[in-house]
């Protein structure tokens, strides 16, 4: 009886080291090839998009020089936009390209003009005329 | 008098039909079980979405057992038939068995009989990650893909846990279900348990779902523990833009990538990868507002209230039931503790860039693990918002659950 109390014990072990042993190898190594598979196509795509446009991250209203950042032009705002949007979209921007780009806001004009149709029902009419 | 006599018989049936006289007292219990977990989801709010459907179908199960009860066909002899039905001609087809006439009698299903064949073919969880796939940017993922190896180390909990389970008595299959309550991810656990141990579905989905709800006390204490607070206190630096393009090639190369290595988890992983292409292809809008909403919803309701009226008293009020719910908070713990020593371990190698604290949301209960991440490492350094880094390693997690169930299926299915 003893003899096969150990037996049942061998074997729960045995399976025990098998599962665990090969469920991380196996979670571990799907997950690292696509780490690679992401970081190849990541920098792929990121030397393509540097090719294509090389203009617009240079045409900064100023270069900053390194030890001090010359102060960049306001940006052209039409009339009726308060302040208070202006540094929304702003900081919008920031937050969404990175501080380590030196991006700054040229203009902001307004897509719509306030007299014709209020935006959500624009959105509505689209919505519903959209093809199927 | 007579008519009294009628009366009474018909009072005496009708008590004789009743449930009082047919459910014995595992159901009463089990009827009580089921309002305590009603009230824990209506007013302690514990995921509510899927335990108030899963508390009510077990409320149900209990109360009626027919209305999971399997369809039946069952041939009676003609004539004894006609003798005990007062000669009325049933609509029943007529069958000669051995040249001798039968009535194929036939009595369909229960109601959530039906319904629960999605959760037993396997149907409801994959589209549950359809939906989940259309609600999830992975942008955080693509941006940071070390972040996979948190969502990784955090699947340790699910090996461990089956080791414990293997050595309290299992079976190989009903550890692996009771195992993957680990990856905190419940369309995963419903899935594997229907396929390696379906009897056992009612105990690890209440486990499943409970343990869930409790993410925001189990983690801290385990976190904090493990962690330094010079650690706690690391600021990471910002994530950098994805581009739409590198957001629609996401998911069609994991797809390829994980349906090759290991077919069994294309169900899951395949179905969440859909989901997310639709969402960040941005040609299928109405498709991606159906999956994220209505089809999300429609499937939870069959989902949570089939699973729920799987949990009657026989499966439920076992000694096995108790070693289910020790093994998934041992499942959690361990899954947090691998997430966060992993994280000390990618903090040390690269140089204290790394906050060790959202390894612990690597444990893939989406977006609660990434708002605990946040929230601890806020106790620390108010101005630290770790929040878009934790959501990296805890979606990384919900591939690495679907993984390890696709590991799980592969060595013992």
Not at chain 2, 378 to 397: D, I, K, R, S, T
Request: overall charge positive.
């Amino acid at each position: 009886m003893q003899k096969m109390g150990m037996f049942q014990w061998m074997k729960k072990i045995q399976i025990s080291l098998v599962v665990l042993l090969t469920g991380l190898v196996v979670v571990f190594a799907v997950l690292v090839m696509l780490i690679l598979i992401i970081k190849i196509y990541g920098t792929i795509i990121h030397k393509m998009s540097q090719k294509n446009k090389p203009e617009p991250p240079k045409s900064n209203p100023t270069p900053p020089p390194a030890p001090k950042k010359a102060p960049v032009p306001a940006p052209v705002v039409e009339d009726g936009i308060s302040e208070e949007i202006v540094a929304a979209i702003a900081a919008a921007i920031d937050c969404m390209y990175g501080s380590g780009t030196a991006q700054a806001v040229k203009s902001i004009k307004r897509a719509v003009k306030p007299v014709s149709r209020p935006a959500w029902g624009v959105a509505g009419l689209l919505e519903n005329t959209r093809p199927f | 008098m007579n008519v009294f006599s009628e009366l009474g018989n018909s009072i005496v049936s009708l008590f004789q039909t009743s449930g009082f006289a047919s459910n014995g007292w595992q159901n009463y219990v089990m009827v009580c079980i089921s309002c305590v977990l009603i009230y824990l989801a209506i007013k302690k709010q514990f995921e509510p979405l899927l335990l108030l459907p899963i508390a009510f179908g077990m409320l149900l199960v209990n109360l009626f057992p027919a209305i999971m009860a399997h369809p039946n066909v069952s041939y009676q002899l003609v004539d004894e038939y006609l003798a005990a039905h007062n000669n009325i001609v049933p609509t029943y087809d007529i069958v000669p068995i051995n040249g001798v006439e039968y009535y194929q009698v036939v009595e369909n299903g229960g109601l959530l009989y039906y319904l629960y064949q999605g959760v037993k073919l396997g149907i409801y969880p994959p589209l549950i990650f359809l939906g989940i796939g259309a609600m999830t940017d992975f942008g955080p993922l693509i941006a940071n893909p070390k972040s996979f190896l948190l969502g990784a180390a955090a699947q340790l909990g699910i090996f461990i846990t089956f080791i414990g389970a293997i050595f309290l008595g299992f079976t190989d299959k009903q550890a692996g279900a009771i195992g993957i309550i680990g990856g905190a991810d419940g369309p995963t656990a419903i899935w594997l348990t229907s396929k390696l141990a379906p009897e056992l579905l009612g105990p690890i989905a209440v486990a499943a779902y409970s343990y869930m709800a409790l993410v925001p006390i189990i983690q801290p204490p385990i976190m904090k523990l493990l962690t330094t607070k010079k650690e706690r206190m690391v600021v990471m630096e910002q994530l950098r833009p994805v581009s739409k393009l590198e957001k629609i090639l996401f998911p069609i190369i994991v797809t390829i990538l994980v349906s090759l290595l290991l077919p069994d988890a294309t169900p899951l992983v395949g179905m969440l990868m859909l989901g997310n292409i639709f969402r960040e292809s941005g040609v299928v809008s109405r498709i991606s507002n159906t999956a994220q909403n209505e089809l999300m919803n429609i499937i939870t309701i069959f989902l949570g209230t089939t699973v729920g009226a799987t949990a009657t008293g026989s499966v439920f009020l076992d000694a096995g039931t108790i070693k289910i719910i020790i093994l998934g908070l041992i499942a959690f713990c361990v899954g947090t503790a691998g997430g966060v020593l992993f994280g000390k371990l990618m903090y040390i190698a690269s140089g204290g860039k790394v906050n060790p604290l959202i390894g612990s949301a690597g444990v893939s209960a989406v977006p609660m693990a990434a708002r605990v991440s946040q929230k601890v490492g806020q106790q620390e350094n108010p101005g630290n918002f770790l929040l878009m880094h934790a959501m990296g390693p805890n979606v990384a997690g919900v591939i690495g659950s679907a993984v390890a169930a696709g590991v799980l299926l592969s060595i013992l299915g």
